[in-house]
């Protein structure tokens, strides 16, 4: 369903609407035919409201939602407010974020904390029976190193989770998505959080037919360079309605690509995620638009791409109907306040 999303983007970028504020004929063709959207709510996305759409999957871990919305900004203009990272990485539900420095110190993690309901869940934890996504190897030294009968556990887990994100940033600037977590939580052991992105990452073939140069630098990095993208790592601690709180860590690139004039990319790939997801991909296409005024604007696409963990017991498709709905709200909402 997605695989030509970038290009009906190398051919609707940079080409005229036949009148000012209509979508060009590409574009209508894709969000109909490959997204699947009616009449109507092509109306309402030239009415300045947002569409979202979840989309079909083959692996029945994952969810993939669309999104667009119009924005009376221009691109250019748009995406430098997005390569100010420090404000443009604010978000209602995101109650905690740092960047990581380079390199990375305890300076970036000091606002990390580790929740209650996490502690009191790690004092059970062991390989194969544990609600926090970490590998076996952590587990063991938190149980090591951790008083467990001492006042301040949340402090001493939250010492260790600064600690753990430190190095895991400094060993993935050298090593890439060889450093990525192997994730020993629930249901399975030795999933690689390398191996779970390079699968759906697979599965977007939108990425790497379309636009190379940065497919190549999502599964290549560090060794592969991607000339004139801005980039930035961070944590975030992220709430979404009816699921815990996700502490995850993220590389964002933006990147206006030569293959694809008047279109902006933005790919944020998920590194690690200490609940639900074993990977994520989340890309936003920022294009040329003209409003019916005639000044310049955007349109802004997005498509996200998540994949669940294996929960045992009918708990993946608990979790996976509940996330759904956060998901999709969360996107809607993030439509709305990039708008």
């Not at 590389?251 to 990319?265: K, M, Q, R």
């Not at 040329?288 to 005024?293: F, K, L, T």
């Not at 005639?294 to 017991?313: I, K």
Request: net charge neutral.
């Amino acid at each position: 369903m997605t695989k030509y999303f970038f290009a009906v983007l190398l051919l609707s970028a940079g080409v005229a609407s036949p009148l000012q504020g209509q979508a060009p004929a590409q574009l209508v063709t894709f969000l109909r035919q490959g997204i699947g959207l009616d009449a109507a709510q092509l109306a309402l996305i030239e009415r300045g409201e947002g569409v979202v759409k979840v989309l079909d999957t083959k692996d029945r871990r994952d969810v993939a939602l669309f999104g667009i919305i119009t924005a009376d900004v221009a691109r250019d203009a748009y995406v430098a407010q997005v390569r100010d990272f420090r404000n443009s990485l604010r978000s209602p539900s995101r109650t905690h974020f740092g960047i990581f420095s380079d390199p990375a110190s305890a300076a970036d993690v000091q606002d990390v904390t580790i929740s209650m309901r996490d502690v009191d869940d790690m004092k059970d934890c062991r390989p194969g029976d544990c609600v926090v996504k970490l590998p076996a190897v952590d587990m063991r030294r938190i149980h090591e190193e951790t008083n467990w009968n001492a006042d301040d556990i949340q402090a001493q887990l939250s010492a260790y989770a600064r600690r753990r994100l430190v190095e895991y940033i400094t060993d993935y600037r050298k090593r890439g998505d060889s450093a990525l977590a192997i994730y020993d939580d629930r249901g399975r052991l030795n999933v690689h959080a390398s191996e779970a992105f390079a699968g759906m990452l697979a599965e977007s073939p939108y990425v790497y037919e379309n636009v190379p140069s940065l497919g190549r630098y999502l599964a290549a990095y560090p060794r592969d360079k991607l000339a004139g993208a801005a980039e930035v790592l961070f944590w975030s601690e992220d709430a979404m309605p009816r699921l815990r709180p996700i502490l995850s860590v993220t590389h964002l690139v933006v990147y206006t690509p030569p293959e694809l004039p008047g279109v902006t990319l933005i790919a944020a790939k998920q590194l690690y995620a200490n609940h639900y997801f074993e990977a994520a991909l989340d890309v936003t296409c920022v294009i040329d638009r003209r409003g019916p005024d005639g000044r310049p604007g955007s349109y802004l696409l997005v498509l996200r791409r998540y994949r669940f963990d294996n929960m045992p017991s009918g708990g993946l498709i608990n979790i996976r109907g509940r996330a759904i709905g956060a998901l999709r709200d969360q996107l809607l909402a993030d439509l709305r306040r990039s708008q």
